[in-house]
């Protein structure tokens, strides 16, 4: 440790993580100690103490330095973004969970996912291998459990199974990677690794391609990509809503952060081995993967009954989009990195819109069958309208802020020169339109065998049916050029190395 | 000192790993002669049959046991350093020690509180 | 005798591959649980084996974050085999079929 360390410039850095620690062990004392009647109060203190934690990381904001903790940390404008949108992400879970008759009065429940919540925070600021190892565990392994939450379920404890399998291998092959990379350069700092490596490999690419492969290996599996999506449909539909909520939101959103990060730092545009400039490489890569993600996702998509394994699929063709964004990169302008980060804020409203209604629609029919919503507006107009906003908004359709989200992302791959892929990405968001009409239909036109039974909603629900229907309406009209601008500010700042 | 070369054979090596396990199982499942009887089927292990089924019950309790000990006996790995390098520490990595410890012993109470340390 | 680099990182290659056919091969959940185990402590040994080969403690450090994480994935696992098997009376993870489609 250096002699001139002073705590009190690192701090700031880490201010949500620690008050992200702090809230965990209230939260544990709370349901020790609180008794009984306190049980159901633990969601809303975590609700509003999460709330308050998203608003820390705009108070205290990045500086001029930007590099902290021995270089583990690297607090830049993009980090914020993310910060905010993913504690914002589990404080609207923790609301949602309140109603949910299976988890939401279990303490723990949301101790674990404020636990994952400072993994995922940590990630998106993470600017060492070792820290990105720690971060990546800290918000998985809670997931596992948290997909495993209804024990006597046997579908819940099966998605934990299997998530956990696929999670433990991918994170196995990783960290290989991981070990790879430290061991051409020495270095574990992902932003100094890449100067490094020149004179580690000499003129021999293909120590680093088998590197970089077995990074998207773990990357790949937690946005979940094709080929390494197989646990997305039985994770969204076996584990607890709330929790489905919270992979499709805050988990996906630090997986792309770090994503973004690691590409950019470790395998950047000036990175040219023997003839091969990698950069080039992985873009190609990254490329083919979001045509197939999002063909793949949508295709099966098409033929789902179950509402939440059509929002899987759903969540595995978006993860594509965010794919065309990322690998359009490639032309280092700010505007792919903002189209990514606007595009995962407005999918955070989004989904966790579109995972309420159908908590509710579940909790109060007990089915989660799509042919079953029929009716459900004369049921409950409002919880109707809620989901059409939410549904609107993942199919692109303005006024829904999804629009802007897939406008932004297909521009950003026109403005790398990669029509094509521009082509095939818009070509894919007609074919999505056609399952997600389908749900709106039902909802607005068909009728049920439950049509008679209404649907009351909770004062927490409405109030995270209402929060994200507003956001996702005003990031989808006078919000989207602010927020779009702020996220390119960000996309700058990590840029500018 | 050309570093390339001795990464080369890593890749070499790596290809080679894969078929070097892969070769026995196949060859075993086309060409090995599959002939059971109720001797070979036999459960082996230390040459005693087992008594009774081996799919015993054991108490919950004891896996709970296993599992928090595991956890707490790992985390030892960052108290050791801490504790070696004592002396030389300053405030900071001293305070950062002790946090870690509380936070342990909050898991401790956690477990606790939960009845996971009862054996009855 | 000096042992090169080269052949701690053979081993962990070796170590590695059998880990990761296990885990695609097993059909027991404690089998496939081990190989797990075996990749990260492969990936340990190459962490192990580079620190010492850049002389610095990176990779030792490395290590002892990748032990804890691996202690807390098994007793996660653990307990999700636990809960499995008290529903399912079994282990074997082509079992597992409850959801599909």
């Not at chain 1, 973004?81 to 949301?110: N, P, Q, R």
């Not at chain 1, 809670?142 to 379920?153: G, Q, S, T, V």
């Not at chain 2, 015993?56 to 709970?64: P, R, W």
Request: aromatic fraction near 14%; glycine fraction near 8%; hydrophobic fraction near 55%.
């Amino acid at each position: 440790m250096e002699a001139s360390f002073d705590f009190w410039t690192h701090l700031p850095a880490v201010i949500p993580e620690l008050l992200l620690t702090v809230l965990a062990v209230v939260v544990l004392l709370l349901d020790l100690y609180g008794g009984k009647e306190n049980r159901r109060n633990i969601a809303f203190v975590s609700a509003i103490g999460l709330a308050a934690i998203a608003v820390t990381p705009l108070i205290w904001g990045p500086s001029e330095q930007q590099v902290f903790w021995g270089g583990m940390v690297r607090y830049d404008l993009i980090a914020q973004i993310f910060k905010v949108m993913i504690i914002i992400g589990a404080s609207i879970t923790c609301l949602m969970a309140a109603d949910d008759s299976e988890v939401g009065h279990k303490g723990e429940f949301y101790l674990i996912v404020i636990v994952a919540t400072l993994g995922a925070s940590l990630i998106a600021a993470a600017a060492d291998l070792i820290m990105v190892f720690v971060g990546l565990e800290t918000l998985s392994i809670p997931l596992y459990i948290l997909a495993a939450f209804r024990r006597d379920d046997e579908r819940s404890s099966e998605s934990g199974m299997k998530y956990f399998l696929f999670g433990a291998f991918s994170s196995g092959v990783m960290l290989y990677g991981f070990s790879l990379l430290y061991g051409f350069t020495g270095e574990t700092n992902i932003y100094t690794l890449s100067q490094a490596f020149p004179a580690a490999v000499a003129d021999n690419p293909l120590p680093l391609i088998g590197a970089l492969l077995m990074l998207l290996v773990g990357f790949g599996f937690k946005v979940s990509m094709v080929p390494f999506h197989f646990w997305t449909p039985d994770v969204y539909e076996g584990a607890p809503t709330p929790v489905t909520a919270y992979v499709s939101v805050a988990s996906k959103a630090a997986s792309f952060a770090l994503l973004v990060r690691v590409l950019l730092a470790v395998f950047p545009v000036t990175l040219v081995i023997g003839q091969e400039n990698l950069q080039t490489l992985w873009v190609n890569l990254v490329s083919v993967l979001a045509i197939v993600t999002m063909t793949i996702g949508n295709v099966l998509a098409l033929r789902q009954t179950n509402i939440k394994r059509l929002l899987a699929y759903s969540s595995i063709a978006q993860a594509g989009y965010v794919l065309v964004g990322v690998a359009a990169m490639q032309s280092q302008s700010d505007y792919s990195v903002a189209s990514v980060a606007f595009y995962l804020l407005m999918y955070t409203f989004t989904n966790l819109g579109a995972f309420a209604g159908v908590l509710i629609f579940s909790e109060t029919t007990g089915s989660e069958n799509i042919k079953d919503m029929g009716g459900l507006s004369r049921r409950n107009p409002w919880l109707a309208l809620g989901m059409t906003i939410a549904i609107l908004s993942l199919a692109g359709i303005p006024p829904a802020a999804g629009f802007f989200g897939k406008f932004y992302l297909f521009t950003a791959a026109v403005n790398a020169n990669m029509v094509l892929l521009a082509i095939i990405a818009v070509l894919n968001a007609i074919v999505a339109l056609y399952y997600y009409l389908i749900v709106i239909k039902v909802m607005y036109v068909d009728r049920s065998q439950y049509d008679s039974q209404s649907i009351a909603l909770s004062r927490s629900t409405l109030w995270v049916i209402g929060l994200t229907s507003i956001a996702v309406l005003l990031l989808g009209t006078f919000g989207a050029q602010p927020f779009f601008d702020w996220a390119a500010q960000g996309a700058q700042a990590l840029l500018a190395l | 000192m050309n570093v390339l070369n001795e990464w080369a054979f890593v890749g070499i090596f790596i290809a080679i790993a894969w078929v070097f396990p892969a070769l026995p199982i196949i060859i075993a499942r086309f060409f090995g002669p599959k002939k059971p009887n109720a001797i070979k089927l036999m459960t082996y292990e230390s040459g005693v049959e087992t008594v009774g089924d081996t799919w015993v019950q054991f108490k919950i309790q004891y896996y709970l046991y296993g599992l928090v000990f595991l956890i707490f006996d790992v985390e030892m790995v960052f108290l050791f350093p801490w504790a070696v390098a004592y002396n030389e520490l300053n405030f900071f990595a001293f305070g950062a020690g002790l946090l870690f410890i509380f936070l342990l012993t909050d898991a401790l109470i956690y477990a606790w509180r939960k009845n996971a340390l009862e054996w009855s | 005798m000096e042992v090169s680099i080269a052949s701690y990182i053979m081993l962990s290659a070796v170590l590695f591959i059998l880990g990761a056919m296990g885990v695609l091969l097993r059909r027991n959940a404690i089998l496939v649980f081990m190989s797990v185990e075996l990749m990260l402590n492969a990936a340990n040994l190459a962490l192990v084996a580079f620190a010492r080969h850049w002389g610095q403690t990176d990779g030792h450090l490395f290590v002892f974050f990748v032990i804890t994480v691996a202690a807390a994935e098994v007793a996660v696992g653990l307990a999700l085999i636990v809960a499995i098997f008290r529903t399912k009376k079994s282990i074997n993870i082509d079992d597992l079929h409850e959801l599909q489609g």
